[in-house]
């Protein structure tokens, strides 16, 4: 650890890409399944098998536009049940899950699949290791990756989520899987159009006092919107 902040210190920089592949996915997955497990032991899942249905058949059709799924990820879509949340999340591993709150402001399956992709695009971009580089420096994940510091993982990666397991993404990230999820709906054949509308809704709520939590390491609605428009 001393290492690691010394190299942040000193201001080495270290490529974004190849933080990520000094993260073996095997580790992600087995840390993506914990917090799987954990957040569906807090938080009920909606009960009726059509609504998971249809998310996981509209995962899989976005997916269809995705051509950069790292070897080893096999993604699951979720829905859970809380019609006040407006939120979709993604661990590592490829687990993401939406709330009911989030797909009932939807009006359309194409405002649904902007989100969607943008969720998965956090999963193929490996945001997780490059969090972990970012934060914690490269001489500590490279303990972590040749197995010279057992368990360091689950530690280092429990310090970067929120209550309830969400991972706090930073805004690069999040502006990021903006640009590469459209890209993988308008691969899937979907209208990218979704994913501005929907965020035309998030941005009217900016002015009411329930505006998801979430929005708070997300790249403002109105910018977000703007950047969708030029892609």
């Not at 402001?105 to 699949?113: G, K, L, P, Q, S």
């Amino acid at each position: 650890m001393a290492a690691a902040l010394a190299l942040s210190a000193s201001g080495c920089g270290v490529d974004d890409i190849a933080a990520a592949l000094l993260v073996p996915i095997s580790d992600e997955n087995a840390l993506g399944a914990d917090f799987a497990d954990q957040v569906e032991a807090e938080q009920n899942l909606h009960p009726d098998p059509q609504v998971q249905q249809w998310i996981q058949d509209l995962g899989q059709s976005v997916l269809r536009g995705v051509e950069d799924v790292p070897e080893g990820i096999t993604f699951t879509f979720q829905v859970i049940d809380d019609d006040e949340t407006v939120n979709a999340f993604a661990l590592p591993g490829g687990y993401i899950y939406f709330y009911t709150g989030l797909l009932l402001m939807a009006d359309t399956e194409a405002e649904v699949a902007g989100v969607m992709g943008h969720e998965i695009a956090h999963v193929t971009q490996r945001h997780i290791a490059k969090r972990l580089v970012a934060d914690f420096g490269y001489q500590t994940v490279v303990g972590m990756a040749l197995g010279q510091e057992p368990g360091v993982f689950g530690s280092l990666v429990s310090n970067l989520l929120e209550a309830g397991g969400l991972i706090t993404y930073g805004r690069g990230h999040e502006s990021e899987a903006d640009d590469v999820g459209i890209e993988y709906v308008i691969a899937a054949g979907y209208n990218p159009n979704g994913f501005v509308t929907f965020f035309e809704k998030l941005d009217a709520m900016q002015g009411g006092i329930n505006l998801p939590e979430w929005l708070s390491t997300h790249p403002l609605p109105s910018s977000r919107i703007e950047n969708a428009r030029e892609i």
